[in-house]
């Protein structure tokens, strides 16, 4: 089963002593990270693009079956449309080469004012992205795209060329009723209000689930996932599910509970790496 499970960030330094060893260095987290997760949303080329060293240096220090599932940074996709950006989309798609078999999906994080009244340039773009050598997800925000008939005709235009939809599930925090419990309260970026529509459009599924803090609060929605999961990869696509959490240090343990969901309902994917190192003590507080 090629089910792939990880976060949106390896450099976390709040992780230190529960799911990096107390006293490890920043240079080595990402080789930690790798030994534990399967694949890293890669959030960083964002906000930073890096230079083509450190691609390298991403590649040589993951496994053989790590992957890598960047997004396109901000300058080209939050500039208003994306042709004019083309150029500079290829530059970035040439860049993670440098990955070689470890580059998933490159993800296209779409802001809430581009809206499908901009679906001709959306078109334009996915039409000529390289298709054959790079795989492409786009996460859309406006709410507009969730709605018939433009949902049909985003879908459309996604599943006509193995394009990923994004399945944003913002739903576990944003289950509170008084606003004091809100768990982004604290946040700096919050996530989006958005309608989750579980479909495929493509070979693979791209899911990011962002978690609510208390574990508690997301073992209904989890288990909807390991449905959706199981029957995905029993369709023979693939899966990359990432986890984020408001408070980012419980985000490797959800997605380590998800993980065992899946396999405690008899899932064939493959063993978490994590699960083969001894877990420290301070595991058991994360809830």
């Known amino acids: 089963m090629d089910f792939r499970i990880g976060c949106a960030v390896w450099a976390y330094k709040e992780w230190l002593g529960d799911f990096y060893p107390k006293g490890s260095r920043a240079t080595d987290f990402l080789r930690l990270y790798g030994e534990r997760m399967t694949c890293v949303e890669g959030n960083t080329t964002f906000y930073s ?3 083509p060293e450190i691609v390298q240096r991403w590649a040589e220090n993951t496994p053989d079956t ?3 599932c960047p997004k396109l940074p901000r ?3 939050h500039a208003g449309a994306l042709m004019p950006q083309w150029r500079s989309a290829l530059d970035f798609i040439e860049l993670m080469q440098g990955l070689g078999p470890k580059l998933g999906p490159i993800f296209a994080q779409l802001p809430p004012k581009y809206s499908p009244a901009a ?5 334009q773009f996915v039409t000529r992205w390289p298709h054959g050598t790079t795989p492409l997800a786009v996460e859309v925000r406006h709410l507009d795209w969730f709605k018939p008939p433009q949902a049909e005709r985003l879908d459309a235009l996604l599943t006509q060329f193995g ?9 576990p925090i944003y289950t509170w009723s008084n606003p004091a419990d809100d768990p982004q309260l604290r ?9 989750l529509l579980p479909t495929a459009t493509a070979p693979f599924v791209l899911v990011r689930y962002i978690s609510h803090p208390d574990l508690d609060r997301n073992r209904d929605f989890l288990a909807e996932w390991v449905d959706h999961v199981g029957q995905w990869l029993a369709q023979g696509l693939a899966v990359y599910f990432f986890v ?3 408070q980012e240090a419980k985000s490797p343990a959800i997605a380590r509970y998800f993980q065992e969901q899946l396999e405690k309902t008899g899932i064939a994917v493959p063993p978490l790496p994590w699960a083969s190192i ?3 003590p301070q595991q058991l507080g994360l809830f």
């Open 119 to 123: 679906f001709l340039d959306l078109q």
């Open 49 to 51: 693009i890096p230079s």
């Open 66 to 68: 790590f992957r890598f």
């Open 75 to 77: 300058t080209i996709t």
């Open 163 to 171: 394009v990923g939809r994004v399945l944003l599930d913002t739903r």
């Open 278 to 280: 001894e877990a420290p």
């Open 244 to 246: 984020h959490c408001p």
């Open 187 to 195: 946040s700096e970026r919050k996530k989006p209000r958005v309608p």
